[in-house]
């Protein structure tokens, strides 16, 4: 999809300065300092599962708004009266749903997404909150708190989850990962239509497991597109969709979305520089990013 061009900001702030994380994940960013945005040694997760897209126009034409039931209560508010139990508490929950929301708004504020493009969910127990398909992410309010379980039953609220759910559950269900974040930013959606694999033009590579896969295209919402997805993000925390975006996981809601904007960033720099007129860029080595990734373990405050 076209996407706007004030994705620079987010590409910036999360590209500009030494940024990695933990060897558990757990350090991220705010994505426009410059500084510890993505990164960690959980690029050895891999993902197994089924897949799923948003399609041209974001999530599709499908859901609506919803949110309060027959007793005026929110989402949330719904599962503290006891439907359906094993969940957990609601105040978890409503902070979790916030962060998603924050996170949401946030794609669109920073350039990666237009509209109601790509999708973000976070783990939450064995509960996950996922956006819903086809509403603008300004509009959310509490009310509209979207959850499934596991195996993608929808056991909370009555919009209808993101057509990307697959390809969310197929990553918690292999993976440690507590979030999701799936964009269309501009230049990663550029690099996926070039190359099989992003040049490691950036040893910041490091942060997410080493080199980026490019998965093959496949229609959104199809069994295909999953697999390729799972394939390419295999000992890696993000890949590039073909023809399509990216997508990245984390420990936490702000490390999925600093992985996500730093891939932004190393696409631009890989595309800047492959412009140049008569010159080449210059490549690091796989054995070079591998010692970035061993350093990045330390990284960071204790």
Do not use: F, K
Not at 96 to 114: I, K, M, P, S
Not at 159 to 184: D, F, I, K, N, Q
């Amino acid at each position: 999809m076209a996407e706007q061009r004030r994705q620079t900001g987010t590409a910036q702030g999360t590209g500009g300065a030494e940024c990695a994380g933990s060897a558990e994940g757990t350090d991220s960013a705010q994505g426009t300092g410059g500084a510890e945005c993505a990164g960690s040694a959980e690029g050895t997760d891999s993902a197994q599962g089924t897949g799923g897209a948003e399609g041209a126009r974001g999530e599709g034409d499908r859901g609506g708004r919803g949110g309060d039931g027959p007793d005026g209560q929110g989402a949330v508010g719904r599962w503290a009266s006891g439907e359906p139990g094993g969940l957990p508490a609601p105040e978890e929950l409503e902070r979790a749903w916030g962060e998603l929301v924050a996170t949401a708004r946030r794609t669109v504020a920073d350039g990666l997404v237009v509209g109601t493009s790509g999708n973000v969910s976070v783990r939450v127990g064995d509960t996950v909150l996922v956006t819903p398909t086809g509403v603008p992410y300004d509009r959310l309010a509490p009310a509209d708190a979207c959850g499934v379980d596991l195996d993608g039953r929808q056991v909370l609220g009555s919009l209808v989850p993101t057509s990307e759910l697959p390809m969310h559950l197929a990553v918690y269900r292999a993976t440690g990962a507590r979030a999701v974040v799936h964009t269309h930013a501009v230049h990663t959606t550029a690099v996926s239509t070039l190359v099989t694999e992003l040049p490691l033009i950036h040893y910041m590579a490091a942060a997410l497991g080493g080199p980026v896969r490019v998965a093959p295209y496949a229609t959104y919402g199809t069994e295909e597109l999953a697999e390729n997805m799972l394939s390419a993000l295999r000992d890696r925390t993000a890949c590039l969709l073909q023809n399509h975006g990216t997508l990245a996981h984390g420990s936490t809601l702000d490390q999925a979305y600093d992985r996500t904007a730093q891939l932004e960033w190393m696409c631009r720099v890989w595309l800047t520089a492959s412009a140049l007129p008569g010159r080449t860029p210059t490549l690091l080595t796989e054995e070079q990013v591998a010692e970035v990734g061993r350093r990045l373990r330390g990284y960071g405050q204790p």
